[in-house]
């Protein structure tokens, strides 16, 4: 592997980080909140490191798909450690492992957090904690190569690295050109929520950081009680439409601004996904009529649908406690957490296509065993899916469930009970943010341990990163020759 490129690239993602920091100054000084200093300190601390990097490195080749994984895997990295700078500096978070886990949570777009007072965060920290989500949801590569011309060589390697979903679509032969139009629609869903969100009485800011954190599927809240404080039917509404839109993938919604309805609506996994949510609303409001959780149909419609849409995309947003719920509709929730959202989408989780895949490749071995002559093709839509893609479909749950299984096992050691632990391993590793027990809807992770902390700092990257593309680095073949 060419560490001198890789660390090149570092240093340039660094120094753009550096720019996004300065972002969050306009509103430390509308709002007089004294944080102006530590952004300007943390943005000069990242440029100066960015720059050594940058300046210093220098390399000829080309970038091959092994610095691709490198780059991504410890851009990430990078981008939680120096964007936990404002915390630090500001005193608003002053443990660094605390504040590494905000910011983790911001970029991956998991939306747990270790606040137990959000709205005592000055204003432009709240920003810049909702845009770590903004930034981190369609993929701070994908930003970096629709801006920085200089990170355009070999540019395919990191988008097919970093896009969520079993393979990366590409619109136009440039990745560049690509990259531009996947974040013109991101833009655009995020203009059109903000501007719905204030006709329905919120503050510019407010929506705003709100619109980002819905497109982002992130869940970072402005408010302590997270949507529920807005206590108002329109706003859920529209946060709903918005976080099943960001579930959905982003190449259809394309395809949909240009008039290609029929591709939009005849994709069979937007299909699936709509079935998903549809279904699973139905079951939870049965389950919370039956046993008087709400008396009214338009409640339990309403806060049935928003816990569900925000728990199936990986948003997390919360207008209710679903732990009061029935533990069968809490046992539901549990499985919409390991499902996610679609491929190409913000959200995290195994991914609706991979679910679709799996139940399809098991209906084809089940008529095999029926008629062992017979040929029969898993297909997604018209098209037959190759072996590869099945066989990595086939990798990547059973690596899925075995991380699972050791993070939880690993919190456990740390000293959490068993429904909390493993609530936390799916919430992070999906990129979820709230999950049962002690870091429900309404509680938040300040209590865990810090080796439990660090465990679920990984768990995070590593589901934002689908797996693959972080533990690639781990072996001894990846790093020789």
Request: hydrophobic content about 55%; aromatic content about 12%.
């Amino acid at each position: 592997m060419n560490l001198i490129l890789t660390l090149r690239i570092l240093g340039a993602l660094l120094i753009y980080l550096a720019g996004t920091l300065l972002t969050a100054l306009p509103f430390s000084l509308y709002y007089q909140d004294g944080a102006a200093v530590s952004f300007l300190l943390s943005a000069l601390t990242t440029a100066s490191c960015g720059g050594v990097l940058f300046f210093f490195c220098r390399s000829r080749k080309e970038l091959s798909l092994r610095e691709g994984f490198a780059v991504v895997s410890f851009g990430w990295a990078l981008f939680a450690l120096f964007g936990a700078l404002p915390y630090i500096y500001s005193g608003a978070i002053p443990s660094p492992l605390d504040a590494v886990f905000e910011t983790m949570s911001g970029f991956t777009t998991t939306g747990s957090t270790i606040l137990t007072n959000i709205e005592a965060l000055p204003k432009s920290l709240l920003f810049w904690r909702a845009l770590t989500h903004w930034l981190g949801g369609m993929g701070i590569i994908v930003l970096s190569l629709a801006i920085l011309p200089m990170l355009g060589v070999g540019g395919m390697q990191l988008f097919k690295a970093e896009v969520p979903g079993p393979t990366a679509d590409r619109l136009k032969p440039r990745i560049q050109d690509t990259a531009k139009l996947l974040w013109g629609v991101y833009l655009l869903l995020t203009a059109l929520e903000t501007l719905l969100l204030m006709l329905g009485g919120m503050s510019f800011f407010d929506a705003l950081c709100h619109s980002f954190a819905t497109l982002a599927t992130g869940g970072f809240s402005t408010r302590n009680a997270s949507v529920a404080a807005y206590n108002s039917a329109y706003i859920d509404w529209v946060i709903v439409l918005f976080m099943f839109l960001a579930g959905v993938n982003f190449t259809l919604h394309l395809q949909a601004l240009r008039g290609k309805l029929n591709t939009f609506f005849s994709n069979e996994e937007l299909r699936f996904y709509s079935w998903i949510t549809f279904g699973a609303i139905g079951l939870v409001m049965i389950f919370n009529l039956t046993s008087g959780t709400y008396t009214q149909l338009t409640d339990n419609l309403r806060y049935s649908s928003f816990q569900v849409v925000s728990i199936l995309t990986t948003t997390g947003f919360g207008t209710a406690d679903y732990e009061l719920w029935p533990v069968i509709a809490q046992y539901l929730i549990i499985i919409l957490m390991f499902i996610g959202g679609c491929a190409g989408s913000t959200g995290g989780g195994i991914k609706v296509a991979r679910v679709l895949l799996l139940l399809k490749h098991a209906q084809v071995q089940i008529f095999r065993l029926i008629h062992p002559r017979a040929v029969r093709l898993v297909k997604l839509g018209k098209r037959p899916v190759d072996n590869e893609v099945l066989a990595g479909v086939l990798g990547f749950f059973a690596l899925y469930i075995g991380v699972f299984i050791i993070a939880s096992l690993l919190l456990a050691a740390s000293g959490m009970d068993l429904i909390s632990g493993g609530a936390a391993a799916v919430a992070c590793l999906s990129n979820i943010g709230p999950g049962l027990g002690s870091i429900g809807p309404v509680d938040n992770f300040a209590h865990v341990p810090a080796f439990g902390k660090t465990v679920l700092i990984i768990c995070m990257l590593m589901g934002r990163l689908e797996l693959f593309t972080v533990l690639v680095l781990f072996f001894p073949s990846f790093w020789r020759k």
